[in-house]
């Protein structure tokens, strides 16, 4: 494991031989932490093809606040923030290290807003349920920034555009939530299929995507009913953003995972880059 030392020595130095790419990873249930199944099996494809990060900026749909904050903690904990599903997913731990380096550099690239430290989160099951099959070894340290809960989705993707300096010093950024994420209408007796508004509305977002067409997904009230039957709350749609907020004009992108399950909810996920 790299140390402490070391790290805050690399991400500080000279820039990183190559721009990371950019993931959008569908998470779903949290259950896909330790199930072997289409989704994880994508996951862990999709790491083989991107060059080892030197640590991990994770903006999860499930760390909403009233201002921004960062994970600034040496060894952050492993937060299981749901109920009702079996023991051994309540067992999971991922002991990967934190990185006070990386959360000063965070605050460092952003010029325009103001982001606290935080010591007490850790990472949540937005983040680690996706880097348990990613880096199973949890040795890559990992940071988690907030969703800032008292700003409108454009945004958001605005200011992810001032994370984009952390992509040249060898950190990948991964927004983890969900573009179809309706729990309240769930389809428990056909997990395998989706509404029709939610197959609809994921495939205006995956046009809207290949076409760079950001303000559209930014002002996504404004797509049709479909839509806005797809994202009841905003809190998992924008870590998508996120991702599209540090994607530079020329930067290839590919789908992955994508599927639209239990009725309402879309697994489909995008890596930018590489």
């Not at 239990?262 to 890596?271: A, V």
Request: glycine share 6%; hydrophobic share 40%; proline share 7%.
């Amino acid at each position: 494991m790299q140390s402490l030392t070391s790290f805050a020595s690399s991400i500080t130095s000279k820039p990183h031989q190559a721009k990371m790419p950019v993931i959008f990873a569908g998470h779903g249930s949290p259950m896909n932490a330790i199930e072997m199944n289409e989704f994880s099996k994508g996951w862990q494809t999709m790491v083989h093809n991107i060059p080892e990060p030197t640590a991990i900026l994770c903006i999860s749909a499930h760390w909403e606040t009233r201002g921004i904050f960062v994970t600034a903690m040496e060894q952050p904990k492993t937060i299981h923030d749901f109920y009702g599903f079996p023991q051994p997913l309540f067992d999971v731990q991922y002991p990967a290290p934190g990185s006070p380096a990386l959360a000063n550099e965070t605050i460092k690239a952003v010029t325009t807003n103001s982001i606290e430290k935080d010591l007490s989160w850790g990472l949540d099951h937005g983040c680690w349920s996706i880097l348990k099959h990613m880096y199973p070894n949890a040795n890559i340290p990992v940071v988690q920034l907030s969703l800032n809960q008292l700003q409108d989705p454009l945004w958001h993707y605005q200011f992810a555009k001032e994370l984009g300096a952390l992509r040249q010093k060898g950190v990948l950024i991964i927004g983890s939530g969900n573009m179809v994420h309706n729990l309240g209408v769930m389809n428990w007796k056909t997990p395998d299929t989706g509404y029709d508004w939610a197959t609809e509305a994921n495939e205006i977002f995956k046009t809207l995507i290949a076409d760079n067409d950001h303000l559209s997904l930014a002002t996504y009230k404004n797509l049709g009913a479909a839509v806005r039957q797809s994202i009841p709350t905003p809190e998992h749609y924008l870590p998508l953003l996120y991702t599209l907020g540090l994607k530079t004009e020329d930067e290839k992108l590919q789908f992955f995972n994508d599927k639209t399950i239990f009725g309402s909810i879309s697994m489909t996920s995008l890596l930018i880059g590489n």
